[in-house]
């Protein structure tokens, strides 16, 4: 007999928590390990038990392996360098941050966050402040999924209300949570937004589709320094109010 849902027992508790607290964003993958489409697809099938309003579902994913992959970075790279190369183009509104994703205007405790995470993944990675070149290269680092096998793109029907990003970033957070069931590692990339209109056309996204976020999926590289890097995180008695 199949035990219903609610009367469901986790049998082995501590590998849930452990999931949860070894999930990091890795930066540097192995890309001599491959991932298959079984795992790829075992991943999104157990992502796809994650709530959302009226069980609307509102995610759309796109996963690039080898050659298209290859293609892809390429093709980003290529305008990442052009926009580097000639700031005053027209590449720069083209492919810049995405208005809304950020705050208009950086306040504390928030930017004070922010700089601590930027100034110390630099320092992990050698890149002082004013290295204008190395910062070019890491950011790119983004653009070729961090060495990663799999890369995946997010998509939603733009027609979507901002409960569904709610409810994508639940599906976000259960797809990493199963990749480390499995051992592998992922690195959320909002980086990939900024150069959407390349992105989209290329994977054949709809015209009403909006893209959410990029993600690189893979075994972690263990000898790396940037894989050492642990963002800190505020006590609990911080951010809750017994009511």
Known sequence: MTMSQPDAVV?????VVAA???R????AFSPDRPVSRQQV???LRTASCAASSTNTQPWKVYVLQ???RDALMAQVCAAHDATRADSSSSLTAEYGEVDGYYPSEWVSPYIDRRRHNGWTLYGHLGIGKGDK?????QAQ???RFFDAPVGLMFTMDRVMGRGSLIDYGMFLQTLMLAARALGLHTCPQAAWNNCAKIVLPFIGAGANEMLVCGMALGYADESAPVNTYRTPREPVESFTRWI
Do not use: Q, T, V
Not at 11 to 15: E, G, K, N, T
Not at 133 to 137: A, P, Q
């Open 11 to 15: 049998l082995d508790p501590a590998s």
């Open 133 to 137: 070149d190395k910062m070019h290269e």
């Open 141 to 143: 680092r983004n653009y």
């Open 24 to 27: 990091f964003s890795c930066r």
């Open 20 to 22: 949860i607290e070894s």
């Open 66 to 68: 080898g050659e298209r």
């Open 41 to 43: 697809e075992d991943i």
